[in-house]
């Protein structure tokens, strides 16, 4: 189950107890929103505070909302364990696959269209969102500058994968585990929502750490094996995220810098 999965069946499950009776509200939100509890890193837990929302609403107190919820959300498949914490939040921990489910997610995405490489066009783009100097500090090449940090890890992963392709190592997310604390931060970022130029921001700087960490591919004599393809799915799913982000924004997205 991927993080935009699980918004969908916690908006189910307030459906469901709408339905039933067993609450009673005017108007059911459009959106959930997902966000990290405390102490969490990785792809695996989430926490939302739509009972807490509903509560008012329905004339309930928060933490029988959520225990409402609850019970419907322990059964969706994907969902590993449902806890109401917090006076009324729902801390939602996703099976153990939720990585792969994630990594699969954005290699399916069709490729982005692209747009020309124009310096100046995209920085202006990229500050009417996020802030900064168009006109200077968002035209310097150096890893200080968001936009080049992006579009830099960008050009990265699409190196990666070229560099994969050579040596013959096909991009499996499943075939390892991500245990590396780098490699969960990537998961984070990857399936963190927010604002579109900080959330690209946050992977671009993690997927360079991860690359600081450890090798994506095999050195010298080390013969291909599972866990470089782990690692190239990896590479290559945040590659995909940042070119659709990038796109998105109307900014381009180089497969070389």
Known sequence: MTPTQLSHAVLRS???????????????????????PPRHVGAHVW???????????????????????????ADE?????????????????????????LLRAALAAPPAPGHPDDPASDAARWAAVAGGDPAGGLLVQ???????????????????????ADLGVVAD?????FELPAERELLTALGDG???AARLTAIADALLTVEAARPTLPRGDEKPGAVHRARLALAQAAGTVLADGLTALGVSAPERL
Do not use: H, K
């Not at 107890?17 to 997902?34: F, K, Q, S, Y």
């Not at 739509?50 to 928060?62: E, K, S, T």
């Not at 997310?173 to 585990?177: H, K, L, M, Q, W």
């Open 14 to 36: 307030v459906r469901d107890a709408v339905d039933g009776g067993e609450l009673r509200v005017a108007a059911l939100p459009e959106r959930v929103g997902l966000r990290r």
């Open 47 to 73: 926490s939302t505070g739509i009972a807490l929302r509903l509560a008012g609403p329905a004339g309930l107190p928060a933490p029988e909302v959520a225990a409402l919820l609850r019970r419907r959300l």
């Open 77 to 101: 498949p994907g969902v590993a364990d449902v806890d109401v914490t917090g006076g009324g939040f729902l801390t939602i921990a996703l099976a153990a696959d939720s990585d792969v489910a």
């Open 142 to 164: 150096r890893e200080e500058n968001p936009l080049f940090l992006v579009r830099y890890a960008r050009a990265r992963c699409a190196g990666l994968v070229r560099a994969g």
């Open 173 to 177: 997310p499943g075939a390892a585990p």
């Open 194 to 196: 927010g604002r579109p």
